[in-house]
């Protein structure tokens, strides 16, 4: 695969998760961004869920997947570096495939009062993209560390890791927060960050 087309399937992979995720908001009159999961827009009973699922977060997630595991035969080997592609594209490729094939009950049952197995497949899947989608990254940083072409991509990636971890930490802390769909989207928007960088490195391949 040439360069340019895995770049071209990595910026498209973030802007329809992005675009579908703004534009879900907008078939409800009171929906809050700032308190609200972006689940919630495609929760079961959701007046337009299906349709935001299956033609915006299961095709972004198929892009992502193929961005990830195509991109690490792009930079130099590493173990470090393929274990994180590896790593990014099973656990924010795959699976929003999966949180889009099983999204949350309505309204997103925060309270987990007799979840479907949907629900519980959906939660399961989003913590372990909130675990691994850091390290992940963090591994691929570290990976690009030796490399002397790679070095600005590599601190991003470490940069990128960390800050999130530090959100994550807080959405994690109190789900239930006020403000847990504002820490949940900077989240989603630093992994979109590391995307968008490692999506124009391998289009310059000198970075």
């Not at 299956?54 to 173990?79: C, D, E, R, T």
């Not at 390290?135 to 590599?154: A, D, E, M, Q």
């Amino acid at each position: 695969m040439s360069n340019k087309l895995l770049f071209l399937i990595g910026i498209l992979g973030v802007t329809l998760f992005g675009v579908t995720s703004v534009l879900g908001g907008f078939q409800f009159e009171d929906y809050d961004p700032i308190s609200q999961y972006i689940s919630e827009t495609m929760a079961v009973g959701s007046p337009y869920g299906e349709k935001l699922r299956f033609f915006g977060y299961i095709p972004s997630g198929v892009l992502l997947a193929i961005f990830s595991f195509v991109g690490f035969k792009k930079f130099p080997k590493s173990n470090l570096t393929k274990i994180g592609f590896l790593g990014l594209g099973i656990f924010y490729g795959i699976a929003t495939i999966v949180v889009g094939i099983f999204p949350c009950d309505k309204g997103c049952n925060l309270e987990l009062v007799n979840p479907s197995i949907s629900q519980i497949i959906h939660n399961l899947t989003g913590m372990l993209t909130y675990i691994f989608v850091p390290v992940s990254i963090i591994t691929i940083g570290l990976g690009l560390l030796k490399s002397k072409n790679y070095r600005r991509l590599s601190k991003i990636g470490i940069i990128c890791g960390l800050i999130s971890v530090v959100f994550i930490g807080l959405l994690m802390s109190n789900p239930l927060s006020n403000y847990a769909g504002l820490f949940q989207r900077i989240i989603e928007g630093i992994f979109i960050i590391w995307i968008i960088a490692c999506s124009i490195c391998i289009k310059k391949m000198h970075c």
